[in-house]
């Protein structure tokens, strides 16, 4: 059982550019979501879904876009990169049970950005 | 809101010793849930122990067990008889009811000297 997939683990982009980091889950979960962990700062929300086709801000929303096209994957995309965006990505995803709050998330391995 | 709170940067602590995580959370909403995660120097998050606010008991798994005082919002994480490979930055997190969102704290980090 893979869990959460997260792809790449490393990543050096220029500023400006774009790309997406992967993330895929083989729990069935519905609630899936991506965080950014910097010094100092703990670990902050991006983006969040409840379910495929469903998508939310979190926190930290601005320069980052999501989708949710099938249960399993939810991507998140930078639009165009900035030095303020290097940081430890992480995916994580938990069953969206009507108790939600008894859930724990389940966490991919993280992507290490750096944005030059 | 909600909020957590990791008071102690970092920890130094004599293996086989007993140590206590402190955590204090604040949510107006009555029902929630309090974990704590364990980050090794690898890098990935390892989901250690839940505690919800309905539950009587304090939680235990294995090692680990969960000081909860409700009354004074408090949910410490008490690793006993530590080992080596207990070295690891250490966070506290809570998600209420009415919340999608887990909130971490700042985390701790814990130093397990031989």
């Known amino acids: 059982n893979a869990g959460v997939t997260q792809t790449p683990k490393f990543q050096v982009l220029k500023t400006g550019q774009s790309m997406t980091l992967q993330c895929a889950q083989d729990m069935n979960h519905e609630y899936m979501s991506w965080y950014r962990q910097d010094p100092g700062m703990g670990l902050r929300l991006i983006h969040y879904s409840v379910g495929a086709g469903i998508t939310d801000q979190g926190e930290v929303p601005n320069g980052y876009n999501v989708s949710r096209s099938t249960t399993e994957d939810f991507p998140l995309r930078l639009l165009s990169a900035a030095p303020s965006q290097t940081s430890v990505y992480f995916c994580a995803s938990r069953k969206a049970r009507a108790l939600s709050y008894n859930s724990p998330l389940h966490f991919g391995n993280g992507t290490r950005l750096t944005v030059t | 809101a909600q909020k957590i709170t990791q008071t102690q940067p970092g920890m130094f602590v004599q293996e086989k010793e007993a140590v206590t995580l402190d955590c204090t959370y604040d949510?107006?909403?009555?029902?929630?849930?309090l974990f704590w995660y364990k980050q090794p120097s690898s890098g990935e998050m390892i989901f250690l122990i839940y505690q919800g606010s309905y539950d009587q008991q304090n939680a235990t798994e294995g090692r680990y067990s969960l000081n909860f005082q409700k009354a004074r919002k408090s949910a410490n994480l008490v690793i006993s008889a530590s080992q080596l490979g207990d070295s690891a930055m250490y966070f506290c997190a809570m998600r209420d009811q009415g919340a999608q969102k887990l909130v971490f704290g700042q985390g701790t980090r814990l130093t397990i000297n031989p």
């Open positions: 949510t107006s909403d009555p029902s929630y849930g």
